[in-house]
DNA sequence: AATGGAATTAATGTATACAATTATACATCT
DNA sequence: AGATGTATAATTGTATACATTAATTCCATT
């Protein structure tokens, strides 16, 4: 087992990038190092180190005032699937190619879950297990520059995708597409891969910005 | 007059970064936030912020011996010029459907500036010149998600570039591949301009990957 | 000589203290 | 009333002190 031990600013990171990508904090909080430090139980130092990280992703912006959480417009979400489209695919592709049966297994395993919760009508869950998914494709590529390109852009419509899975016909077709991709890629074809990926992508975007 | 002040921790960002990409500091060298403290003559607080902020783009890689100066793999050149040649391609097109006069005025300098260099065979000149260049069309696009996604992918190179930039005839095909795409967006013709794009990056590829 | 393990060292991680800057409130003047 | 200046407060930025952890050294034991 490799339980690595994350510092606390590690952990502060990971709990603030989650809470207001998902929404706990809205559009243009101010989230003060002080205030932030007290209610966690640590010093600022921590904090402040988190907060200076996600200020480099643009996920808060530093000001004189506080750490302000930045907003994501329709052009973003727009932005964030055009980039997507073209370089997700490809990211496919290169799983395809790439696999490891260790990795195909965790990417099966997360379709399953996204099944157990879409049959459960739990959007939470599902959202969760999708954003998983896509994740250990991301890892299946062994491409460390796809990964740290494509995660970000993945995490930072979460929000966004989890509105569109409370259409449950979108749930229901979007497990099919994973399905879909994962059997491509379990069967080491990547040209097909690719193109059920842009195609996946592409409803995607629509099932959220609806045009 | 604009001069932003920078806090002492974002220059040192800026100079471990430059210096990380550019060569000074090679390959799993430990940078130790003690004594780069001394040699800068300020305390670790914004060594540290500095060095987390760059392990959190993977240029460094935090260790208990020190922050580790991470490489760059043949593989990693391939598949950020994969990744470019997908979405620079799309760049250059916002680029001519969002660009503004002054922006397309600051373009311009930086391609009249590519040609002094070149023509005078400063093959460092010629490679800042080109960075600008890039970085100035990446602004045109207006969009931040697409400078987020391209700057730090574009700087990782920067050293390579410089390279093959020894190459004479590259500096001199490479200027005439700028003019275009600037004359293509200048027109305000996206097509062209990704078009010239794609060709532009698939030959900088074949000029540092030889392949 | 090889091995094991305590002592030491060197590094990061965290807390606190201090400085500098910016925002706010309030009084004063016109 | 509105502008302006000044004191106060709130916040970030930096330095330093302390805690913890991992590497290294070195000595004792076999």
Do not use: C, W
């Not at 207001?20 to 209610?39: M, N, Q, R």
């Amino acid at each position: 087992m490799n339980h690595k031990m994350l510092s606390i600013a590690d952990q502060i990171f990971n709990e603030l990038e989650h809470d207001i990508l998902t929404g706990v904090y809205e559009h243009d909080e101010l989230l003060t190092e002080l205030k932030l430090s007290e209610t966690l139980g640590v010093s600022r130092t921590p904090v402040r180190e988190a907060l200076s990280r996600l200020a480099q992703e643009h996920i808060v912006e530093m000001t004189s005032k506080g750490a302000r959480v930045m907003g994501i417009t329709e052009k973003d979400i727009e932005d964030i699937y055009a980039i997507r489209y073209r370089i997700e695919s490809l990211a496919a592709k290169m799983a395809a190619e790439n696999a490891d049966e260790q990795g195909l297994k965790e990417l099966k395993r997360l379709l399953d879950l996204q099944e157990f919760y879409t049959e459960k009508d739990d959007h939470d869950g599902t959202n969760a297990a999708d954003s998983g998914f896509h994740q250990a494709l991301y890892a299946l590529t062994k491409s460390p520059t796809m990964i740290q390109t494509l995660g970000p852009l993945h995490r930072r419509i979460v929000k966004y995708r989890r509105v569109s899975y409370e259409t449950p016909d979108r749930a229901i077709t979007s497990l099919g597409e994973h399905r879909g991709i994962y059997e491509a890629i379990a069967a080491g074809d990547g040209e097909k891969a690719e193109e059920l990926m842009r195609v996946h992508i592409e409803k995607a975007r629509k099932s959220i910005l609806g045009k």
